[in-house]
């Protein structure tokens, strides 16, 4: 964890360890976290002079923003918040922050269900979606087609490791969808009953590369040799503006006790494991740094030890364009490869980072 400022207000170090914790989940749901951790900053300020307080607020956002690295609506929260914080006093920019802040979540809230009405569009009475993780996105989609008096099917895979697919499961029994659940591996064999793939994304790229839970790009392959067209509900907060300029999305790695528990480490390589304790420490005790990771090159895998059983848990995949059909946003539905220029309209040309907003 990241060194947080001195003036940081608890109740933005509780958010900031339930998105690192995935307490709170999801693009959407920790964008709109975000901001209102940064009003909640706003609002406990004691700063008496505006610079100190546009310190607080920044620091704020950079202990928000070192929580996961991948879903871009995080820093494009942050990025709006910092966009209108405007004032020459400490009272007039606690009020700016405030109320961008939640017109932040308010435009969140209206876009997601524009972009619920766009996305029905695209569903049929009697139509059987198979879906991915848990995407609030995607949930609109369903639930606006649900509200046009059609009946829909899903087909839900249960996502491996976390099992989000469980909490789309119990949404979707909430509204009386009949569900079948499905581990991952088994989305081939059912891909002959759906007539749409839909899924959310937590960040697309310039060249129309949708960025989402990890099992996605592997699904879109699959769909199109099924002839199954795949469908991407997005709001325009998960368009990566960084991308326009060459830079490539971070894909989270989670700690590998997700994927196997240390009973389980112990079932495959035995003793041989003594040379480090648990995950994310090395022989030193520590979190590991440059100098521990010169070491591991050698006989011990990167968590230190020398049993030769490395276990990978990256949290996202890249789905390139050509296998997504189109994505679903609240100005629209686009075909992947058109996407840039809806970025460029709303983002511009110049990016940096979210407390320094260029424009
Ligand atoms: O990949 C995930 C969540 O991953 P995690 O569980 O690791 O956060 C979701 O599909 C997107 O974030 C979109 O969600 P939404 O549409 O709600 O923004």
């Given at each position: 964890?990241?060194?947080?400022g001195?003036?940081?207000?608890?109740?933005?170090?509780?958010?900031?360890?339930?998105?690192?914790?995935?307490?709170?989940?999801?693009?959407?749901?920790?964008?709109?976290?975000?901001?209102?951790?940064?009003?909640?900053?706003?609002?406990?300020?004691?700063?008496e002079?505006?610079?100190?307080?546009?310190?607080?607020?920044?620091?704020?956002?950079?202990?928000?923003?070192?929580t996961?690295?991948?879903?871009?609506?995080?820093?494009?929260?942050?990025?709006?918040?910092?966009?209108?914080?405007?004032?020459?006093?400490?009272?007039?920019?606690?009020?700016?922050?405030?109320?961008?802040?939640?017109?932040?979540?308010?435009?969140?809230?209206?876009?997601?269900?524009?972009?619920?009405?766009?996305?029905?569009?695209?569903?049929?009475?009697?139509?059987?979606?198979?879906?991915?993780?848990?995407?609030?996105?995607?949930?609109?989609?369903?639930?606006?087609?649900?509200?046009?008096?059609?009946?829909?099917?899903?087909?839900?895979?249960?996502?491996?490791?976390?099992?989000?697919?469980?909490?789309?499961?119990?949404?979707?029994?909430?509204?009386?969808?009949?569900?079948?659940?499905?581990?991952?591996?088994?989305?081939?064999?059912?891909?002959?009953?759906a007539?749409?793939?839909?899924?959310?994304?937590?960040s697309?790229?310039?060249?129309?590369?949708?960025?989402?839970?990890?099992?996605?790009?592997?699904?879109?392959?699959?769909?199109?040799?099924?002839?199954?067209?795949?469908?991407?509900?997005a709001?325009?907060i998960?368009?990566?503006?960084?991308?326009m300029?060459?830079?490539?999305v971070?894909?989270?790695?989670?700690?590998?006790?997700?994927?196997?528990?240390?009973?389980?480490?112990?079932?495959?390589?035995?003793?041989?494991?003594?040379?480090?304790?648990?995950?994310?420490?090395d022989?030193?005790?520590?979190?590991?740094d440059?100098?521990?990771?010169?070491?591991?090159?050698?006989?011990?895998?990167?968590?230190?030890?020398?049993?030769?059983?490395?276990?990978?848990?990256?949290?996202?995949?890249?789905?390139?364009?050509?296998?997504?059909?189109?994505?679903?946003?609240?100005?629209?539905?686009?075909?992947p490869?058109?996407i840039?220029?809806?970025?460029?309209?709303?983002?511009?040309?110049?990016?940096?980072?979210?407390?320094n907003?260029?424009?």
């Open positions: 964890m990241a060194d947080r001195t003036d940081v207000d608890p109740a933005v170090a509780t958010t900031a360890d339930e998105i690192a914790a995935m307490e709170i989940r999801g693009a959407a749901t920790i964008a709109d976290a975000a901001a209102e951790a940064l009003a909640a900053q706003a609002r406990a300020s004691t700063a002079r505006p610079e100190a307080f546009r310190r607080e607020l920044r620091d704020a956002a950079k202990t928000l923003y070192e996961r690295p991948t879903a871009v609506s995080l820093p494009n929260a942050l990025r709006y918040v910092f966009r209108g914080m405007d004032g020459e006093t400490v009272a007039d920019l606690r009020a700016a922050t405030v109320a961008r802040a939640e017109r932040f979540q308010h435009e969140l809230a209206h876009a997601q269900s524009e972009l619920g009405a766009v996305g029905a569009n695209r569903l049929r009475d009697g139509d059987v979606v198979m879906t991915h993780c848990h995407s609030t996105d995607a949930l609109a989609c369903i639930e606006a087609a649900l509200e046009d008096g059609k009946e829909l099917e899903a087909i839900v895979r249960e996502t491996r490791p976390r099992k989000q697919g469980h909490i789309t499961a119990r949404q979707l029994r909430e509204w009386d969808v009949p569900v079948t659940l499905v581990v991952d591996n088994a989305s081939r064999r059912y891909l002959n009953r007539d749409h793939v839909l899924i959310g994304a937590d697309i790229a310039a060249d129309g590369s949708v960025i989402n839970k990890i099992g996605t790009s592997g699904l879109a392959v699959t769909a199109r040799e099924r002839g199954v067209p795949v469908m991407v509900a709001q325009t998960k368009l990566h503006p960084d991308t300029t060459g830079h490539t971070e894909i989270e790695m989670r700690d590998e006790r997700e994927v196997l528990s240390e009973a389980e480490r112990h079932e495959i390589v035995g003793d041989a494991d003594d040379a480090g304790d648990a995950r994310g420490t022989n030193d005790g520590d979190a590991g440059a100098e521990d990771g010169a070491d591991a090159r050698g006989d011990e895998n990167e968590n230190g030890r020398d049993d030769g059983l490395t276990v990978e848990n990256p949290a996202f995949d890249v789905t390139p364009p050509r296998y997504v059909d189109a994505i679903v946003t609240e100005h629209g539905q686009f075909p490869e058109s840039v220029t809806l970025m460029r309209e709303l983002f511009g040309e110049t990016t940096s980072e979210p407390w907003p260029s424009r």
